[in-house]
């Protein structure tokens, strides 16, 4: 994929809509909440800042993944969780409140972890990709197109708090429709790229998914968290910013073979989070009887 009016200017702008509609839903709150639950807030984002890169460096290295696999991967496992995770732990009824704050949370502390973990990955399994790779530019890249529209969505919210609420939800749906519509479109663009890699990136892509799914349920239970909170992060955890992994895949680092593994993500990870549900809802389910 090159460098066009799609990858540098629509795939951008959307995002940055994305993320201006996840400030609407983040208050003062979701920030201190830190401070007034900090045990579930502090086994999330040990969950999503440090297993998750470590599981998913332990896949590419003990399956051997090729180096476009293994460098996608990290970049999903480094970017943070996305709107889309509140959207299901919504319909879940799981912590909403956890949800928002995790997200806004490793939303932040990405913008410096992120461009550091992608290229220590890039350096580990493709070297010769470095020279395309810019620490500056990707760390501005993202304090443009996810801090500040957090942060105005966030102004917003402030000062019309009333309408803000109203139109959050829209957001929520907008932002997931919009992402499935980029990741068909990528998909669509380089399908010929896409059906080659996709017999080998499904199983790696899967593997992450399930086990990233799976650790943040078992991190809850060892942390000895409520079952709600377990799946909180279960869904958290498993559900990354795909469509943020892709625009650092094509526009920051120009090599569009690892924006695969992160477009076969953004839509088989509402399988994890899908069985979870139902997992929850089974066990509710014979609890009542």
Known sequence: MQATIFTQVILP???AFIMFGMGLSLGKEDFTRLVKMPRPVIVGLF???ILLPLFAFSIAVTFNAPPEIAVGLMILAACPGGTTSNLISHV??????????????????????????????????SESAL??????????????ISIIPVLL??????????????????FRVLSTVFMLLLIAIISYQER????????????????????????????????KLDGRDGVTLGIEIGTQ???????????FVGQPAYAVAAGVYGVVMYGGAFALVM?????????KL
């Open 13 to 15: 702008a959307v995002l």
């Open 47 to 49: 969950g999503q800042l």
């Open 92 to 125: 879940a009824k799981a912590n909403l409140a956890l949800s928002v704050s995790l997200t806004g949370v490793t939303t932040i502390i990405c913008v410096i972890t992120t461009p550091l973990l992608i290229q220590y990955s890039i350096g580990m399994f």
């Open 131 to 144: 020279e395309s790779f810019s620490l500056l530019n990707t760390s501005l890249g993202l304090l443009v």
């Open 153 to 170: 969505g966030m102004l917003v919210r402030s000062n019309f708090s009333k309408a803000a609420r109203r139109a959050e939800p829209m």
């Open 192 to 223: 010929d790229m896409m059906m080659e890699a996709f017999p080998s990136v499904f199983l790696f892509v899967i593997g992450l998914n399930v086990g990233a799914t799976v650790l943040g349920v078992a991190l809850a239970a060892l942390a």
């Open 241 to 251: 910013n795909a469509t943020l992994a892709i625009l650092i895949a094509v526009s």
């Open 279 to 287: 997992l929850k809802r089974h066990h509710l389910g014979e609890n």
